[in-house]
C-alpha cells in the first residue's frame, strides 16, 4: 500500500455533508450562547455559595457571642447585666449594631446545673448583610456558681 500525502483538496476521504457541524449555519454563534448561559449559572452558583457561608459565619459569630456573654455574666463580680452589654459590645464589634439590637439574659436548668442563659435574637442575612427580622436565635450557657 503505498503512501498517499494530502492533497490541497483532499479532505481525508469525508465528504462534509448539509448536516455536519464545521458547514452548519445554524450552529453559528452558539458557542457565545453557551458561554453566557453556563456563565451566568455558574456566576449564581457561586454567589449562593458565598451567602451561605456569610450566614454560617454570622450564626458561629453570634453563638460565640453568647457563649462568651454568658462566662462573662456568671464571674463572681458580674451581673447578668454586664453579660448583657458584654455580648452586644462583641456583636457590634464583630458585625454591626442591627444584631445586637435584641440580647437577653435569663436562668435556665441545664441537665440539673443552674446557668445563665444569654439568649440573641438577629436577623438572618438574605443579600450580604441585609436580613429579615429576628429570624435567627442563639442561646449561650454558662455554669453559674456558688
Known sequence: MPF???GAGDD???IAGPDDERGSADEQ???VVDFVLV???LTVFFLA???LTLVLHVRNT???AASSGARYGTLADRTPADARERTADLI???LNADFARDVSTSEASFQGIRTLEVAVRAPLPVI???GTGAALEVRGHAAISG
Request: charged share 15%; proline share 0%; glycine share 30%.
Open 4 to 6: 498517499r500525502g494530502r
Open 12 to 14: 481525508g476521504g469525508m
Open 29 to 31: 454563534g452558539s458557542a
Open 39 to 41: 456563565g451566568g449559572l
Open 49 to 51: 455559595v458565598i451567602q
Open 62 to 64: 453570634l453563638i460565640d
Open 92 to 94: 457590634r464589634t464583630a
Open 128 to 130: 450580604g448583610l441585609i
